[in-house]
């Protein structure tokens, strides 16, 4: 969830990186606590790998019986043995600092709002365009707008249209930057699409994740005006049947969920 949402949050993605932080720990406190001790009163050096598998495969057991999305299950198994491992390449810490930075430099959103980036299709934008092309709209925007493919293929299609993207990892912002910039009618900014208000869109886009939909709705039906039109590609809003259903030709089978307010 963004720090900076306005929105409540359901228990289950409450906290989600100390939830999983817990769990992890869960799994190397119960190993460690276990074959530490043992180790020390039969004078043997801990062994740090088979050590380590077990920690990941307890903490996979964890995630899965908490019923955490399959990335975090993978990441918990692989999280310790990885350590290990990479701890025995003696790679110069700044290597990993750098890692880091250029990590959060382009996936921000990720940590955020649990949204990484990926892109849309050509096929998702080619039917983003048909869909939208004699649709009624003085403005459309793409909240979480990567690098700005949609918003300038948009852009490019609907010269009578004003198209807004927002997106908050530095990276992809900055290609989408350059990739606007002779656009006239594209507005390309940097920040939290949470403090977008969302009253003059006449049709919000957004590729994001299963993650925020729920209070995305929220904020959707709060702040846009009935008769506008909601899309998400990808993801649908949890309980909410969309009032027409795309589905894209590309190799993805991506579908868009078009709801009418
Ligand atoms: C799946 S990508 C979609 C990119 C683009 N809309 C497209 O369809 O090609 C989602 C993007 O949302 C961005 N994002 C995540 N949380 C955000 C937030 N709170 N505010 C703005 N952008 C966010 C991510 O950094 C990522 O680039």
Redesign the pocket.
């Given at each position: 969830m963004?720090d900076n949402s306005p929105h409540s949050v359901s228990p289950r993605r409450n906290s989600p990186y100390l939830r999983q932080l817990a769990l992890q720990c869960a799994a190397a406190s119960i190993v460690l606590g276990i074959a530490w001790p043992y180790c020390l009163l039969r004078r043997q050096t801990l062994p740090w790998f088979e050590s380590s598998l077990l920690i990941g495969a307890l903490a996979f057991l964890f995630s899965s019986l908490s019923a955490q999305y399959w990335w975090w299950r993978v990441i918990h198994a692989s999280f310790a043995p990885a350590t290990v491992l990479f701890s025995g390449l003696n790679v110069a810490p700044e290597w990993y600092l750098a890692t880091f930075v250029l990590m959060f430099l382009v996936y921000?959103?990720a940590v955020?709002?649990q949204?990484?980036?990926?892109?849309?299709s050509l096929g998702a934008i080619r039917a983003l365009s048909e869909l939208l092309a004699d649709v009624p709209a003085r403005k459309i925007i793409?909240l979480?707008?990567?690098t700005g493919?949609?918003a300038s293929a948009l852009a490019r299609t609907r010269r009578d249209v004003q198209v807004f993207g927002?997106?908050?990892?530095f990276l992809?912002w900055a290609i989408g930057f350059f990739r606007t910039a002779r656009l006239k009618n594209c507005h390309w900014s940097l920040g939290?699409?949470?403090q977008v208000p969302l009253a003059d869109c006449d049709v919000v886009y957004a590729?994001?994740s299963p993650a925020p939909m729920s209070d995305l709705w929220l904020k959707a039906k709060r702040e846009m005006r009935p008769g506008t039109l909601f899309i998400s590609?990808g993801f649908e809003v949890p309980d909410v049947t969309a009032d027409a259903e795309i589905e894209v030709a590309d190799s993805g089978k991506t579908r868009l969920y078009c709801y009418r307010l």
């Open positions: 963004d921000r959103g955020t709002s949204v990484p980036l990926y892109i849309s793409d979480g707008a990567g493919s949609v927002i997106e908050n990892s992809p939290s699409f949470w590729f994001l590609n």
